[in-house]
């Protein structure tokens, strides 16, 4: 029997443990929301979940089309087929990155746009920016899938390391979901938020190794690469599934570690100013 | 007995800024420059309320009414103080508020009990009772965003009462369901209550006040003015607001008032009142010496009956005890509509030529009326009284509440246009000084 209480004198400690509780205690609901936010775009469209599979592979075929066989670009050589290699490089690229940009715009809208649930019912809220995270996770995770396929049509043989990338995904979720609360948080406190997202996310797409290979950094600017989490991500996607590398192990542990931090720190953040959203919005 | 809602110096503060821009100066200016000012829209509400109690809450608009059914579902947080909630609470603000416009009525339903923490098999379980009480038929399939506001009320409506609630609050839902759904909303509503629920009742019908809750409470400017009975508070409520009226506007026409009455009981139209609230002008008094014992509705099979086709037949019986010998007595019935707020026909055992004749102490007496109800679809209320015909100004007997009944379209024999169908002829004649000749 769920009994509602509010004191004022929970200490945040108590808030925080209470609000990850919700999660098991709301599982139910969770399941729900995660599924419809996964279903939600394709839901309306004929095809239906086949769009998770299809989207990705047109992808790829026009990145390859464009950048091997128009521009040119080949500095990763696939045997036999030298005209795929940019294609799959730059795909690969694009899943961590596509992920981290949805996490952002989307946590950024998620208590806006579900104002109903905000002020007129009694909704688990921590729940919101976590079904964004998970739900645009998911959908990358079909991208994997088409990619790896690809790979495999492609090469006739994968790369063990694939299996390992579940773990790098595990690390990613926690990633995505401190980034998710914490603009969350923000996008609820400072509606201007919108308009100065638009270039970080640019700015970050050219910062981070999408078009470009690492090594071609001078030395002088390897730091852009070495301090830059999507980086790691990055690596890391392109090295298990192309490559057949695994990412440092000293690079994992700094990116586990901040991942970790990123996640207790916007979920503390979202768990303190949760209570003022009803009256903010 | 642990009380199911516990106030304790409630407050909620809002800060009122003109602008944003001039928030932000605020807070650059590290609160030095003041642009904002505060505004309690809540202070010092201390209240308890046991289980089982329906507390109907009233006041003005901007009273602070629907801030602290939040504050009590939990889902603004107070300023200052104290609430706790026992056991499994149910709200509903406004019409199908919650629900996602994409997804169809069934998928929303599901979501609702989900977000009270029912568990999915549980609320599978219960669907075929939200259905059936929705009454939305093939719409449950559909999506929200193509239901019309009064099927979005239903379904909110009945989500919100079939998921068993401990505490149910109510903040003005109701205002967009027909009668019918009303009159069933209400029903449930009392069965709820009879099973122990507490139930938290914003309304702005004093009639719907008085009859359903059990304590009122009266809110004005943010603070808790009188606790106690419905009676007692809507009095005072009433009185408060023709104060206020009298300030605001001494000498306006006649029109006017008229106008502010009607709005004030907008919404009591086609909720079941009290006879003496505003329908009869000039109620009798009552001198007693029998009692109306019981007032039943049945249709042609002699079945209770509490919807009827139009064109069908009712009989309206009318069981009695007389407590003092009388000599003769009039039983009287009147048929209202609901609707139109106007009596639609009304009978009586003199009229109709069936005399009760001389009654002794103790004496029971059944009497049915039948008569065919060619009335528009609508709800219709059934009342009975007892006169004496010795003194006709009073009532020996009459019915508190009466018996409510709805005429419905289905199965009607001819459509009903107006209120009543009248018996009618039509011929057809040929234009003028010209025979028409049948073929």
Redesign the interface.
């Known amino acids: 029997m769920a009994t509602y209480t509010y004191n004022g004198k929970k200490s945040f400690a108590g808030e925080f443990f209470d609000s990850l509780a919700t999660f098991y205690r709301k599982r139910w609901l969770l399941r729900y929301f995660v599924r419809r936010q996964v279903t939600r775009s394709y839901k309306r469209s004929y095809v239906g979940l086949a769009w998770a599979i299809l989207g990705p592979l047109i992808w790829v075929f026009f990145l390859t089309l464009i950048f091997s066989e128009v521009v040119g670009l080949r500095f990763r050589e696939v045997e036999d087929d030298p005209t795929l290699n940019f294609g799959l490089f730059l795909y690969c690229g694009l899943l961590p990155f596509m992920a981290y940009s949805e996490a952002l715009t989307k946590g950024l809208n998620c208590i806006r746009s579900n104002a109903g649930l905000v002020q007129k019912v009694v909704f688990p809220l921590e729940l919101l920016p976590f079904t964004n995270a998970v739900a645009s996770l998911v959908d990358k995770l079909f991208g994997v899938g088409a990619l790896v396929f690809f790979v495999f049509v492609l090469q006739h043989r994968l790369h063990w390391q694939v299996l390992l990338l579940p773990l790098i995904i595990v690390l990613q979720l926690l990633f995505t979901l401190g980034l998710t609360y914490i603009m969350a948080v923000v996008g609820t406190y400072v509606p201007d938020m919108g308009e100065v997202l638009r270039p970080i996310i640019r700015g970050t797409f050219f910062l981070t190794p999408i078009l470009w290979p690492p090594e071609t950094l001078p030395e002088n600017l390897r730091f852009i690469n070495d301090y830059n989490p999507l980086a790691y991500l990055v690596g890391a996607y392109r090295g298990m599934i192309l490559e057949g590398t695994l990412p440092g192990g000293l690079a994992t542990l700094y990116f586990a570690l901040f991942s970790v931090a990123l996640f207790l720190a916007g979920f503390a953040l979202f768990v303190r100013v949760k209570p003022g959203f009803a009256d903010h919005l | 007995m642990t009380p199911a809602i516990s106030l304790r110096g409630i407050g909620k503060k ?1 800060r009122i800024s003109p602008s ?1 821009s001039s928030r932000l100066e605020e807070i650059l200016s590290f609160g030095k420059a003041k642009r904002s000012h505060e505004f309690w829209a809540l202070q010092d509400i201390n209240l308890d309320v046991e289980p089982g109690t329906t507390l109907g809450v009233v006041g003005r608009n901007g009273a602070g009414k629907s801030t602290l059914l ?1 504050i009590i ?6 300023t ?10 149910s ?1 509903i ?2 019409i199908g ?3 996602n416009p ?2 169809t009525g069934r ?1 929303n339903a ?3 009990g ?4 029912i ?2 098999e549980e609320m599978v379980e219960r669907f075929d009772d939200i259905e059936a009480f929705a009454d939305i038929g093939e719409f449950m399939d559909q999506p929200i965003k193509t239901y019309s506001s009064g099927m979005r009320s239903r379904l909110g409506f009945a989500v919100a009462i079939n998921v068993e609630p ?1 505490v149910l609050v109510i903040d003005e839902a109701l205002s967009a369901g027909d009668s019918a759904f009303k009159k069933k909303a209400i029903q449930r509503m009392y069965d709820l209550k009879d099973s122990g629920s507490t139930v938290l009742f914003v309304s702005h019908s004093m009639g719907m006040v008085k009859r359903f809750c059990t304590e009122a409470v009266l809110l004005h400017k943010g603070r808790l003015v009188t606790t106690g009975s419905p009676e007692e508070v809507v009095d005072h409520y009433e009185e408060m607001l023709a104060k206020s009226q009298e300030m605001k506007d001494a000498g306006t026409s006649k029109l006017d008032k008229q106008l502010d009455y009607e709005i004030e009981h907008e919404d009591e139209d086609d909720t079941p009142t009290k006879d003496d609230d505003l329908g009869t002008p000039n109620p009798r008094r009552i001198v007693g010496g029998a009692e109306i014992l019981g007032l039943e509705l049945l249709d042609e099979s002699g079945q209770p009956a509490d919807a009827l086709s139009s064109g069908a037949t009712l009989t309206v019986r009318v069981r009695l005890r007389y407590d003092e010998a009388m000599e003769d007595s009039t039983l009287g019935i009147t048929l209202q509509s609901e609707r139109a707020g106007l009596e639609v026909f009304s009978t009586d055992t003199a009229l109709e030529g069936a005399p009760l004749g001389r009654k002794d102490e103790g004496e029971h007496a059944k009497v049915d009326f039948t008569f065919g109800m060619p009335l528009a679809p609508g709800i219709y209320k059934v009342d009975a009284s007892l006169t004496n015909p010795q003194a006709e100004d009073s009532n020996v007997a009459r019915t508190q509440d009466g018996a409510t009944f709805e005429i419905t379209r289905e199965g009607a024999l001819a459509p009903v246009r107006g209120l009543v169908r009248l018996p009618a002829k039509v011929e057809i004649h040929g234009p003028e000084g010209r025979q028409e000749r049948p073929a």
């Open positions: 809002y944003r939040s579902s939990g889902v603004l947080r107070p200052t103080g104290e609430v706790e909630v026992e056991g499994r609470l709200a603000f406004g508020t919650g629900f994409l997804f998928e599901m979501l609702s989900l977000i009270l923490g568990e999915h401990d």
